[in-house]
Structures are given as C-alpha cells and as structure tokens.
C-alpha cells in the first residue's frame, strides 16, 4: 500500500468498495482534488468537485473513461469515507457563517462559474449577471437591505420582477428573461429554491396584429371608400390584383 491516502485505501479495500488494482488510483485521484480543494476553500463542496472534474476534461484533456473514475473515488471519498461531514474540507467556513451570502464580486463569480460549468453560451452569462447585477441593486438600494447579512429571498425575487412590469413597463419576454436568470442565481448559486412566486405582476404581452380582414372588416373599409379611385381598390380587394397594379381595362377580355 502506497503512502497516498492510505486509510482511504484501506477502507476501500475492507469494504470491498472497489477492485484491489483500482485502490491506488481511487486514492490518487481522491488526493488530487483534495490538493484542488484547498485552493478552492470559498465555494461549495460539490462546487469544487465540479470545477476540478471540468479542469480535468478541459485543461487536462482525460478521456472519459479517467473523469469518470475520478468522480467516483471523490465520490467514495466524500459521502463512504468521510461519511458526507466535510467540515474539515472548509476550515474557514464557521468565520463567514454570520453571512448569509457572499459579497458582490464573490456572488458574480460563482454565478459565473456555474453557468460555465453547465456550458451555456457566453451571451447567456452576460444576460444572467446583467440581471444579477440589476437586482443586487434593487434589493440594496430601493429596499435597504445588506447583501451578504440580510440575503435576499422570494418576496424580494417577486417584488423586483413587479417593478420590472409595473414602473419599468419591460416586455412580457424581458421579464421571463429576469425572472430566468434569478432562478439560476438562486438554485445553482445561492442553493435557494424560489416556490411562492405567484402574486408577481406579469407584463403584459403586445397586441397581436390581425393577419387577415373579417369579411363584416372588409365590407366596413369598402364602404367607406368613396370618390373616383374606390371601384379600383373594390376590385383589388375582390380579385386580387396589388392595390397599386392596373385593374383589367374594359374589352380587354377578362
């Protein structure tokens, strides 16, 4: 037995928690993220994981075949060995623990981080921390409270979609865009799920143009063409021909 986590691999062994062969390189990859913990002390536990599973397929350039034995001894790791208490992982978490979240810049940047690690476009990150950044100020500004001492919650997510729709008059699909962008922030980032959302003021969506006439419209707008020209736009309706196209002249056959 190596001298690489060995109380690691010799729980695996007694355990029967994986193949002999395999012990050394679960312990292995086990030490490398603990090394990438380390560095990593101010984000989330699975938010570690995460980023270092991501380096490894990105930076790295592993197959498959090692990311996924790399999850698994983290995995075994965390939640068999450690039995899921992964305090001592974050020594620093108990003098940050008056704060409910992170500062500014550190909420902008987990946002960021998670919605690379989901791999969505860069316009989507911009979008999304646009709307964090809207938001932030509504709750500190308008509403007077304290970021990172007093959080925010669900009245505050549905009272900023409100204003959006009320004093802002934003569109219908500008508002989805928001309240998108905020229910990311709030599960993936802030691990809080939004539920009680229905009282928020929906903007309204823009009338919807006719595509075509009503035959009572038709006969309505023709009965008020009056003078030289209206036989010819009668005739355009009625047959089709483009109001600024010549009418068939008389004995012309048609």
């Known amino acids: ?8 691999q010799k729980y695996l062994m007694d355990n029967k928690l994986t193949p002999e062969g395999h012990v050394f390189f679960y312990a292995l990859w086990a030490s490398r993220f603990l090394s990438f913990s380390n560095r990593h002390q101010d984000k989330a536990i699975e938010l ?3 980023l270092f599973l991501d380096s490894l397929t990105k930076e790295q350039k592993l197959q498959d075949w090692q990311v996924n034995q790399a999850d698994n001894a983290i995995g075994l790791y965390l939640h068999h060995f450690l039995s899921g208490d992964t305090s001592s992982l974050s020594p620093n978490t108990e003098s940050i623990s008056q704060n409910k979240f992170p500062d500014y810049q550190g909420t902008r940047q987990k946002l960021r981080e998670a919605i ?3 791999h969505y476009a860069y316009s989507t990150e911009r979008t999304y921390t646009e709307w964090f950044k809207r938001f932030y100020n509504y709750v500190t500004s308008t509403k ?5 001492k007093n959080g925010a919650d669900e009245t505050d997510v549905r009272d900023f979609l409100s204003q959006l729709a009320i004093k802002q008059r934003v569109s219908s699909s500008t508002q989805n865009q928001a309240f998108n962008a905020l229910l990311f922030l709030f599960r993936e980032v802030l691990k809080i799920s939004l539920q009680y959302l229905g009282n928020t ?6 009338p919807k143009m006719p595509v075509v006439l009503t035959q009572d419209e038709v006969k309505g707008l023709l009965n008020k063409l009056e003078g030289k ?3 010819h736009y009668s005739t ?11 009418c068939p002249a008389a004995g012309s056959g048609y």
């Open 1 to 8: 037995m190596s001298n690489i986590l060995p109380d690691f």
């Open 236 to 246: 355009s309706v009625w047959y089709g021909h483009e109001v600024n196209g010549a």
């Open 229 to 231: 020209g209206s036989a």
């Open 116 to 118: 690379r690690i989901k």
């Open 201 to 206: 003021v929906r903007a309204k969506r823009g």
């Open 48 to 50: 570690r994981k995460r």
């Open 144 to 148: 007077g409270k304290q970021w990172q």
